[in-house]
Structure formats: C-alpha cells, structure tokens
C-alpha cells in the first residue's frame, strides 16, 4: 500500500511538472505573438506563379505562402517538408515520395497525391523558367492518395535537392483553375502565411495562416517592400520604416553596427556575379574579345574596394561552396594583355558596346556596373550602361538569339540546391538557351553538353565531379562571360526583431521571426 501511495504521490508531481511546463511554454508563445514585420527587397518578382518565376525575390516571397515537397537547411541539409520522405528504387530510375497527411491549401482544398502530380506536370507542360529542374522525370504516377511516384530512364543524381527549390512550389490545383493567368498574382498554397495583396513595385502583403499544418507563424502581418535604391533601404531601416532591409552596402555596414536600434547580419551565400556576353553577335563571337575583357576588368579591386571584402573573386562559374566546384586560373587584371587580344582580333582602336543592367537586384549592382563600364573604357571598350528595373529586365534578356538586342548583360546565379548540376546546366547546356532557359549567352559546345549530361545521370559523386571539373575547364577557355565574384550576403535587422533565418538562398526567412519589443 506503501508503494502504490509513493507511486501515485511520483505520478501527480510528473503531471504537476507536465502541466507547468505546458503552460510556460504556451504563455511564452501568446507572448510572442503579434505584431506586423517588414523586411525591404531590392527588386520586385517578376510572377508568383511557379510556372512563371524565376527570382530570389520571388522565391522569398513564395517561400512564406507556398512550400515546396523539400527544403534546404542552410546548412544545406535536404529536409521533408510537405512530403514527409522518400524511397529511391535499386536502378535508381524510379523516386517513391511520401505525402504528409492532413495539409489544406489557404482555399480548404487537400494537398495529396493528385496535388503533387498536377503541379509536377504543370510545372514540365507549361516549359516553366525552372523546368530543368525536374526535366528528366518521364511519368508522374499517383500509388495512393499520398504517394507520388517519379520516373526517369536514367538515375538523375541531383533529384530530390532540385524538388527542394522554392519555385518547385505546390499551388493550388483549384485556385489555379479559378484565377487562371491571374494566378502568378493571387498565389494560393499550404504555407505559414496567406498572400493578401502585392502592389507591383510597393510591397507584397501576407497574413498569418491560422490554419498552418505545422507550428503556426507568430507574425499577425508580413510585408515585402520593394525599395530599389540601396541608400533608401538602409535609411528605412535606420529610421524603422521597415524592420530589415536586404543587401545593405558594405560601406554602410560599419555605420549602422554603431547605431543602437540596428544589427547587421552577414551570411553565406550561393550566388555568382558574373557579366555575360552575347557570343552570337560582334565582337563577343571572337574568344579572343572575350578573354580581353576578362583580363581588362580588375576584380581584386571591385571585390577590395567596391565591396570591401564581402565577396570573392572568381576562380570558376559556381561558388566554391557547391558541389562539382573546380577552381581555375584565374584571369588576372592586364590592361596590356587585354590590349594585345582586342589587337589581334582586329580591334586596335577599340568598339563600342551597350552594357544592360539591372539595379537594386545584387549587391552594389550599380556601382560595380558603373567600375566595368570605367575600366573596359581605359582599353578602348566605350559601354553605354543602360540601367532597367528588374522584370522589364529580364524580358529583355529572356529571348532567342536572333531577337537579342543585349550585348554586354550583368546577372547572378545561385546555385541555390547545393549541387553543379544547378549552376551549370541551365546556363551552359544548348537546350537551356533563352527563351526557354537561362543560357543568355547562347553557348553552343557539344562537348559541354555531353558532360554536363553525364554528370545530371550518373549517381557516382566521384565521377560527377570529374565531369564537371572537366566542363568547367572548357567553360572558363570558351569564357561566355567576364566572370566576377561570388558574393556575400549583408542584411540589417531591427533591435527587437527576433527569429529571422538568413539562407544562403539568399532569402531573409521569417516563418519563425518575431517582435520582442
């Protein structure tokens, strides 16, 4: 009787403790709700439809309304998210993905098997700008309400990272049918926050999803500020117009850590900033134009001076931090050098060009423009900049060779799902040439090809990087661009603000984020 007393008396004070803690644990999440966060974009997205996007500001946007079957860690752990995991078959040519159970989208209507197959084969039929992603899946078949099986001929090595992309987002079957083309401005997903409004070139208003899945938002409101202008971003932080602003100048960096209210974040990142050239019209069909420039534009210097460090110059198209990375010689500023090229590929004297680019999208995007323009000027090389905002600028660019009108581009590239396959192949490969890619400079070389092909198909790491190492190698002698740096992210948050993710995605997450004051 003694023991069941002592027992009994154990029980009552574990569920005493229990109770305490749950509700600690709830007083401190109802102290944590609340309140409404703006963070400040550089750049608009140009849709929300994943059909349609093709952006860092429109995969951050997306990222709080629509989820994707996986997410990346920033790490660079592949994690379940709205699937809940996956089997690979033993020739490798068939991927079981398992469905969580019990997701609505913001609509009411089920995410399940038929959902995943619907957006998976709308996201191939429609020619999205990311179809590379999942285009080697022949079939999308549907083994149950909750399973989904994917199949390829060949083993498609970087598979499951690809389907962790942001833009391989799952929308709605039904308000996809409802809003039509007007979807890619009234998304509708399962995420932590439900899209409200977006001014094109204002902001983009969310509200928290009381009915999430998963751990609900803190957050009552979110907004996305599209502010171009880097100095109007920072002083908008500095005075509390907006909570956080992305891609503060490094020049300010060190003045805002001294202002109280102010922290500024620096994070990894896997973009390259590179200026491309359209090889199909003259003089960037001579590679010897090419490697002129790359030898006339000092990078030590812009990434030293311009960026004060917060980058790196290039040794290879993708950033040291991806997979299949191999680093070359790098071309090492030489004025003289890039004069006896431009020489030899009869241009003694020089040529005009026209140098397109964007402002607000990349960190002092502008400003480095405007150092390019100056030092392609000191080797005869006269570039007229022609600045544009960011959607009107990509669809200049998006188009066939034969209607291009851009000469001299700058872009970036992310290779955001960790792996080679995602920073070469769209950019390099034939099939991938604009419009229905992202190769603007319409590289065509077979022998790039078939590397980069090799290396999506085979499963063995080791062999994969020998490929890529070898089609980096021609890459950097065929120098379709004026390769650059990689950069570095550089935010600034509010005193108060709590719980944002800084991804190397270059995305400021704020699913977890929260006001502390």
Known sequence: ?????????????????????????????????????????????????????????????????????????????????????????????????????????????????????????????????????????????????????????????????????????????????????????????????????????????????????????????LNFSIVPEDSTRVVQVETGETDAAMFVPPREQSRLDEVDEVNTVQATSLRTIYTGFNIEVEPYDDVRVRKALNYAVDNDAIVEQILEGAGRPSDAPISPDIFGHSGQEKYEYDPDRARELLAEAGYEDGFETTFHHPVGRYMMDDTIAQAIQSQLDDVGVEAELITMEWATYLETLQVAPEEAEHELYMMGWGAVTGDADYGLYPMFHSSQMAPYGWDLSYLDHPEVDELLEKARLNPEPELREEFYADAIEIIWDEVPWLFLHSEVQINAVREGVEGLVHHPRENIIAIDAYLSE
Do not use: C
């Not at 608009?44 to 952006?55: F, V």
């Not at 932590?192 to 983009?204: Q, S």
């Open 1 to 221: 009787m003694r023991a069941d007393r002592r027992s009994l008396s154990v029980l009552i004070l574990i569920l005493m403790l229990a109770l305490t803690i749950t509700a600690g644990t709830i007083q401190a999440r109802e102290a944590r709700e609340g309140g409404e966060l703006t963070i400040a974009m550089g750049a608009d997205p140009e849709a929300m439809d994943p059909i349609e996007a093709s952006s860092a500001p429109a995969s951050m946007a997306m990222l709080h309304t629509m989820e994707s079957l996986f997410s990346m860690t920033p790490e660079g752990e592949i994690e379940p998210l709205l699937a809940e995991g996956y089997e690979v078959s033993e020739d490798g040519l068939e991927y079981d993905i398992y469905i969580r159970e019990g997701i609505e989208f913001h609509d009411g209507s089920y995410f399940d098997a038929e959902a995943v197959k619907f957006n998976l084969e709308r996201f191939l039929d429609e020619e999205a700008p990311f179809s590379f992603l999942i285009d080697e899946v022949t079939e999308i078949e549907i083994v149950d309400d909750y399973t989904v099986r994917l199949h390829t001929e060949e083993p498609f090595a970087p598979l499951i990272n690809h389907l962790s992309h942001e833009l391989v987002a799952m929308a709605s079957p039904s308000a996809v049918e409802e809003y039509g083309e007007d979807f890619a401005v009234n998304p509708v997903g399962t995420g932590a926050f439900e899209f409200v409004e977006w001014t094109r070139g204002d902001k983009i208003v969310m509200e928290r999803n009381e009915n999430y899945w998963g751990e609900n938002a803190y957050l009552d409101r």
